[in-house]
């Protein structure tokens, strides 16, 4: 019995190259500003159209400041990069939802939100976190920019197939673990190279209880264990969260949808390349201590010492330390911290907003911390002001900015000045990831939040109710 990977896969077959890659259709194209420019001037320059404009959605996000996004861009290349895409869009006749439209946010944020990512599709974007439309029950991963050129010439794009991995997390969650704990978790286990040219299937009773907020965080994550990329066979949580949305079916045609994707599912006997099972009651909150999402600790635990860090990595781990200002066997809680974000595709839904506000709620924004609480979309802001999440925060004395990538990485405004510590709820914690020279830890949005209001490293659990 074929994997769920494998039904998806099989059915966008094109043709398969003797000894080579496998000509896969796409069923949705999402471009932002950064990606696609070349990709644009490539048909530009072979006189060609894009073949199904109806299948591209196109926003920026990377470069969009997150302040007065009425008024024009002051940065000038990032000014540059939204208006070509604009321009590009025009001309090609492709959806663009622009800077300050109420459609705009992260890509990855808003495709979901949208019902324009659904069960059973395959779906790409210049973006190594496309991974995250996978919690859909969809095969979607990250592409480059010649890739790019050739989905919007063909709608069709040539890849080798990956090797099929299951990861099956059964139990229950602690009290204050969430799914972005799970994923650094993972990482921890696996690597950062651990599930190198694997695509993940989540399963297990851990998985099942995610909301989808949860699992869009999850399979976010997967490319930073080198995986393709990762998704979670659709059900009812799936069914339920994409009822009603702008871009799902509707009426009859809903019906025979949900049908399908009920039929998407690995069979009882399905045969992985590779197959590997954890323990929720394993997991506590997580944060990082070096330059790599899987360098990560449990909270209440200690940064490894040099002695138990295989010979061949300890130069590189020492590197890491060296640069993030830590010691081999430290403990971080306690550690004090200047900056606070909150957001990205990894964190910026209206489920990390809400699990942010259930911590400050009542308290205080700590002196000298400078917070960016951001969302994913316009859509997500609305959320907040609906359900007064904004009230809660501005009492504890956070201010919410407007939607963009921000500082998941320093193609905007927002960055992290050098040699500041900043525990951020986004992806990567690379060197100068977040601005030359910062030193980023990544959490979730609850030790996000304690962080926050008590200005150093804190185990969220001592904070919530």
Not at 300 to 307: A, K
């Amino acid at each position: 019995m074929n994997t769920l990977f494998d039904k998806i896969w099989d059915k966008h077959v094109v043709q398969v190259v003797d000894d080579g890659p496998t000509q896969l259709y796409i069923d949705r194209l999402y471009c932002h500003e950064v990606t696609s420019p070349q990709a644009f001037e490539g048909l530009r320059s072979r006189g060609l159209k894009c073949f199904r404009p109806d299948h591209i959605y196109c926003m920026p996000d990377h470069n969009t400041p997150t302040h007065d996004q009425d008024k024009p861009i002051e940065e000038p290349v990032s000014k540059k990069q939204v208006d070509t895409l604009a321009a590009n869009c025009k001309e090609f006749g492709l959806t663009h939802y622009g800077m300050y439209s109420p459609d705009n946010g992260i890509i990855h944020v808003v495709g979901p939100e949208k019902g324009l990512s659904l069960p059973g599709m395959t779906i790409v974007c210049g973006d190594s976190h496309t991974s995250t439309h996978g919690a859909v029950g969809a095969v979607a991963f990250g592409i480059g920019t010649s890739e790019v050129e050739m989905v919007m010439a063909s709608q069709c794009i040539l890849q080798q197939k990956p090797k099929s991995m299951r990861i099956t997390i059964n139990g229950k969650l602690q009290k204050g673990v969430v799914a972005k704990d799970v994923a650094l978790y993972l990482m921890s286990q696996l690597t950062t190279s651990g599930a190198t040219g694997y695509f993940v299937e989540y399963a297990g009773e851990v998985v099942r209880q995610m909301s989808m907020e949860g699992r869009l965080t999850l399979c976010n994550l997967s490319i930073e264990m080198g995986a393709r990329g990762g998704f979670v066979a659709p059900d009812a949580t799936t069914f339920a969260y994409l009822k009603d949305k702008p871009y799902a079916p509707k009426g009859e045609e809903w019906d025979k949808a949900v049908q399908y994707w009920s039929t998407l599912k690995s069979g009882d006997d399905a045969v992985f390349d590779k197959e590997l099972s954890f323990r929720g009651e394993d997991i506590e909150p997580r944060i990082t201590y070096g330059t790599n999402p899987g360098m990560g600790i449990g909270i209440s635990e200690h940064i490894p010492t040099l002695e138990s860090i295989p010979e061949a990595g300890r130069q590189s781990f020492g590197k890491s330390l060296s640069y993030m200002g830590f010691t081999p066997g430290e403990s971080l809680k306690g550690k004090p911290v200047d900056y606070v974000f909150l957001g990205a595709c990894t964190n910026g839904r209206i489920e990390d907003f809400r699990a942010f506000a259930s911590v400050v709620k009542g308290r205080q924004k700590a002196p000298g911390i400078t917070a960016w609480l951001v969302p994913g979309s316009w859509a997500v802001s609305k959320q907040i002001q609906a359900e007064g999440i904004d009230k809660i925060l501005a009492e504890a004395g956070f201010e919410i900015r407007q939607p963009g990538c921000s500082a998941c990485l320093a193609m905007n405004d927002d960055k992290v000045p050098a040699g500041k510590y900043c525990v951020s709820t986004s992806n990567r914690n690379f060197e100068g990831r977040q601005g030359p020279g910062s030193r980023t830890i990544l959490a979730s949005p609850l030790v996000a939040a304690a962080a926050a209001v008590t200005g150093q490293i804190t185990d969220p659990r001592e904070l919530m109710a």
